[in-house]
């Protein structure tokens, strides 16, 4: 029985607006895959980030996620239907979906038992897309700060299962035909001050301060700023996109 671990219904919000947006590209292959344009279910959905792109390909999508604060601040839309329900139980029909997709979210599933739902749901030959993104690069010198915050600092209080992020899900079974896709990467261009809000919106950040009673990015602002150059200034920030897609048989 799947334990829903909340990390990120106190900071929904900010968790909204801080985020990187996945590259359209990344959609217009999977709908591509898909049997049929009908419907999509985004499982563990948080903001809607992902759901909204998939409504560009499909007439429908079902948009879940077990956090009430993160559905209550997700992006509407007309073709998105949002639900909370835990990825492991859907409620949603049998045989009824062309593609399934888990943005970022995986590693908080009980991953069998979420397999299985997927199977259930999917049509045959529908496809399920899993990805997710780990350490961000700017340059070499706010990198190098960026690893002082996310292993010196914050390392203790990074969840046990961010370590599937960190091995882009090596060690998580996914018992599908493999579809292959290419090689994708996130990119935008951030100030600092939108740079400092996105690692602010970190699962393990917040932990840091429930339980310090402090904000661990006070006294590194100067180190960031230090690295970054003018504040105002935009600079090009970028993850790698990692991938599993599969087909159901």
């Not at 077990?66 to 997700?74: C, G, M, V």
């Not at 992006?75 to 998105?80: I, S, T, Y």
């Not at 069998?112 to 399920?128: M, N, Q, T």
């Not at 393990?204 to 402090?214: I, N, T």
Request: one cysteine or more; aromatic letters at 12%.
């Amino acid at each position: 029985m799947s334990v829903f671990k909340d990390h990120f219904s106190s900071q929904a919000a900010q968790y909204r607006a801080a985020r990187p947006s996945y590259p359209p590209r990344l959609f217009e292959v999977l709908a591509a895959h898909a049997p049929a344009r009908e419907c999509a279910w985004d499982a563990g959905c948080g903001n809607g980030q992902a759901s909204v792109a998939l409504a560009g390909h499909f007439q429908r999508v079902m948009a879940s996620d077990p956090s009430a604060e993160q559905i209550a601040n997700a992006q509407p839309h007309e073709r998105v239907q949002y639900t909370v329900a835990a990825a492991e139980h859907s409620g949603l029909d049998a045989g009824s979906m062309d593609l399934v997709t888990v943005a970022q979210a995986l590693h908080w599933f009980d991953v069998d038992a979420f397999h299985a739902e997927v199977r259930r749901v999917l049509k045959p030959g529908g496809i399920i897309a899993e990805w997710g993104y780990g350490e961000c690069s700017v340059s070499v010198e706010v990198d190098a700060v960026f690893q002082v915050l996310y292993e010196d600092v914050l390392g203790a209080y990074w969840p046990a299962e961010r370590r599937h992020i960190e091995n882009a899900y090596a060690d998580l079974a996914f018992p599908f035909e493999t579809v292959a896709v290419p090689p994708l990467e996130m990119q935008t261009r951030w100030t600092l001050s939108h740079y400092l809000g996105y690692l602010a919106s970190w699962s393990a950040l917040q932990r840091f301060r429930r339980e310090q009673g402090s904000n661990p990015l006070d006294g590194m602002r100067a180190r960031f700023g230090a690295a970054w150059g003018e504040p105002g200034a935009e600079r090009v920030v970028r993850w790698r996109l990692f991938t599993r897609v599969g087909r159901h048989g």
